[in-house]
Nanobody
Framework: QVQLVESGGGLVQAGGSLRLSCVVS????????MGWYRERELVAAISAGG??NYVDFAKGRFTISRNNAQNPLYLQMNDLKPEDTAVYYC????????WGKGTQVTVSS
C-alpha cells in the first residue's frame, strides 16, 4: 500500500512562508499527476512532465514542484493569509491513494 507522509506545516504570521513536503513510499509518484489539497480540496497539481496548475487563490503565491528522480513533492507557499489555515495533504490527481495524516498550517493575523 502506498503511504503518503506530509510535513513542513507550522504556525506563521500573515505574510510569511512555508514549504510543505510530501514523501511517497516506494518512490512511485513519478508516473502520476500529483496534487496538494487543502481539507481535501485541490490547491495545486503537477503533471508527470512538470506542468503545473493552481486554483485561483493559490496563483501567484503557491508553487508546486517535483523531481521525478526522487521524492519529495513540494508546495512552496508565500504571502500566507489567515484563510490559508488548514490541514494540507498530497495525493494523486484525482486522488486515489489512501490519504496521509496531512500537515497543519496555521496562519495568524
Amino acid at each position: 500500500q502506498v503511504q503518503l507522509v506530509e510535513s513542513g506545516g507550522g504556525l506563521v504570521q500573515a505574510g510569511g512562508s512555508l514549504r510543505l513536503s510530501c514523501v511517497v513510499s516506494h518512490n512511485i509518484f513519478r508516473d502520476y499527476m500529483m496534487g496538494w489539497y487543502r481539507e481535501r480540496e485541490l490547491v495545486a497539481a503537477i503533471s508527470a512532465g512538470g506542468t503545473d496548475n493552481y486554483v485561483d487563490f493559490a496563483k501567484g503565491r503557491f508553487t508546486i514542484s517535483r523531481n521525478n528522480a526522487q521524492n519529495p513533492l513540494y508546495l512552496q507557499m508565500n504571502d500566507l493569509k489567515p484563510e490559508d489555515t488548514a490541514v494540507y495533504y498530497c495525493n494523486t490527481r484525482p486522488a486515489f491513494w489512501h490519504w496521509g495524516k496531512g500537515t497543519q498550517v496555521t496562519v495568524s493575523s
